[in-house]
């Protein structure tokens, strides 16, 4: 997404698999045509069943995060109930398309645990897009999206769907050059609330997937 100042070009996926949504990202901050972090904060807490993936400018995106996680703690406290992923997305479209006229360069993938998994893509101006199977976001998206639809099916395993979400981004962080990073963020939503993967825990999957590439390419 074009604007001046710090930004995420971006490679952004969910996956919903059984009982969960994964969501992941790569990590590279790029400013005009300057990799300028390669251990950007992507994925983003909103409460113990929502999260979030960022694409765009950054300080967009953090103002609008912010926003989200006070109003999804109001609502808690007026309603007596948490918001739901479906609320919450609504809500988000609301405040996109209030502004569209001055917009928030931002797009967001919005995923969560309601009675089963929920996905949404969230565009600039408002849209929400329901997604059963995937969504994505970012400059890579053609990319992980051809990856996605290669390989996604109905029922995976967490497991699985980590393993897809991850090869996803890397199909972006090799040829997308707004997409890179030192590895993959992964988060893993379900009925126990939100699990962030560690470096060692996500480096498991990415060398899986490079061992991959070297058995066929022999």
């Known amino acids: 997404m074009e604007q001046n100042g710090l930004k ?10 059984k009982d969960a949504v994964v969501l992941a990202a790569d990590m590279r901050a790029s400013m005009g045509h300057l990799a300028y972090d390669e251990d950007s904060k992507k994925l983003y807490k909103i409460t113990d ?3 979030v ?5 950054v300080g967009d995106s953090l103002t609008i995060i ?7 703690r109001l609502y808690e406290i007026e309603r007596e109930t948490k918001i739901t992923p479906n609320a919450m997305a609504s809500f988000l479209s609301n405040i996109l398309n209030a502004n569209r006229y001055y917009p928030f360069a931002v797009q967001f993938v919005l995923g969560g645990i309601n009675e089963g998994p929920e996905l949404y893509e969230v ?3 408002g849209g929400v897009l329901k997604r059963e199977k995937y969504a994505v976001s970012g400059s890579g998206t053609e990319l992980a999206l051809a990856t996605l639809d290669q390989n996604y099916r ?3 395993s967490e497991t699985e769907g980590i393993a897809l979400a991850v090869k996803a981004i890397d199909a972006g962080k090799k040829r ?7 590895s993959v963020a992964v988060m893993v939503i379900d009925k126990k609330g939100i699990r962030e993967l ?4 996500v480096k498991k999957f990415t060398q899986k997937e490079e061992n991959r590439k070297v058995g066929i390419g022999r």
């Open 8 to 17: 995420t070009g971006t490679t952004t996926v969910g996956v919903i698999v």
């Open 49 to 51: 069943e929502i999260a």
């Open 53 to 57: 993936t960022n694409a765009g400018a």
């Open 66 to 72: 912010r926003f989200l996680k006070s109003q999804a």
């Open 123 to 125: 565009t600039p101006f």
């Open 154 to 156: 109905g029922g995976m």
């Open 176 to 182: 997308d050059v707004f997409s890179g990073g030192t």
């Open 198 to 201: 560690g470096d060692e825990e």
